[in-house]
T-cell receptor, first 112, second 114 residues
Framework: GQNIDQPTEMTATEGAIVQINCTYQTSGFNGLFWYQQHAGEAPTFLSYNVLDGLEEKGRFSSFLSRSKGYSYLLLKELQMKDSASYLCAVPAGYSSASKIIFGSGTRLSIRP | KAGVTQTPRYLIKTRGQQVTLSCSPISGHRSVSWYQQTPGQGLQFLFEYFSETQRNKGNFPGRFSGRQFSNSRSEMNVSTLELGDSALYLC?????????????FGPGTRLTVL
């Protein structure tokens, strides 16, 4: 079946680094997305990984290991505005009714 | 370029009523997808429309339906509302479609069913 797991909540300190993990199971892999969602707002796109390895975009990096069904989002030099939920999502396999499956999201709180 | 817009932003209905939500995609985007977000179930895919055709439908009852117009604007309809339909309904647009392209989300419609 299709499944995504990510931690429910994490706390980190301003200026520090945090890693948010995501493990997935899907029949037929076609990339993994990360979205950021501030409370009361719509999700916004952060990254899309198709190949194994690390992709860096400023303070945010995303890593993918297809053989392990594993991804992480790395946030550096944390700022208070990074307090948000982070959702990983994978396109569903051909046997799934849903076109894309989202994880339940990791709520990240940044403390001063 | 204007982003994805949704109307209305907030809606209160009672059980048994029906509701229609509207979504205008980013100009040039032909794919519009709809999602339901609740604290308990998270973000769940409802359906996707591409060039006026429904391409995929998630695991939701037939009370949830939608359509897309020739200008790519889309509407979602929920009939015979139930308390459990209270949720944030998000639409997203993209060039190539769900799962193959970045989704740009609208601000959502917060539906409360009493």
């Amino acid at each position: 079946g299709q499944n995504i797991d990510q931690p429910t909540e994490m706390t980190a300190t301003e200026g520090a680094i945090v890693q948010i993990n995501c493990t997935y199971q899907t029949s037929g892999f076609n990339g993994l997305f990360w979205y950021q969602q501030h409370a009361g707002e719509a999700p916004t796109f952060l990254s899309y990984n198709v190949l194994d390895g690390l992709e860096e975009k400023g303070r945010f990096s995303s890593f993918l290991s297809r053989s392990k069904g594993y991804s992480y989002l790395l946030l550096k030099e944390l700022q208070m505005k990074d307090s948000a939920s982070y959702l990983c999502a994978v396109p569903a396999g051909y046997s799934s009714a849903s076109k894309i499956i989202f994880g339940s999201g990791t709520r990240l709180s940044i403390r001063p | 370029k204007a982003g994805v817009t949704q109307t209305p932003r907030y809606l209160i209905k009672t059980r048994g009523q029906q509701v229609t939500l509207s979504c205008s995609p980013i100009s040039g985007h032909r794919s519009v997808s709809w999602y339901q977000q609740t604290p308990g179930q998270g973000l769940q895919f409802l359906f996707e429309y591409f060039s006026e055709t429904q391409r995929n439908k998630g695991n939701f009852p037939g009370r949830f339906s939608g359509r897309q117009f020739s200008n790519s604007r889309s509407e979602m309809n929920v009939s015979t509302l139930e308390l459990g339909d209270s949720a944030l309904y998000l639409c997203a647009s993209s060039l190539a479609g769900v799962g193959t392209d970045t989704q740009y989300f609208g601000p959502g419609t917060r539906l409360t069913v009493l």
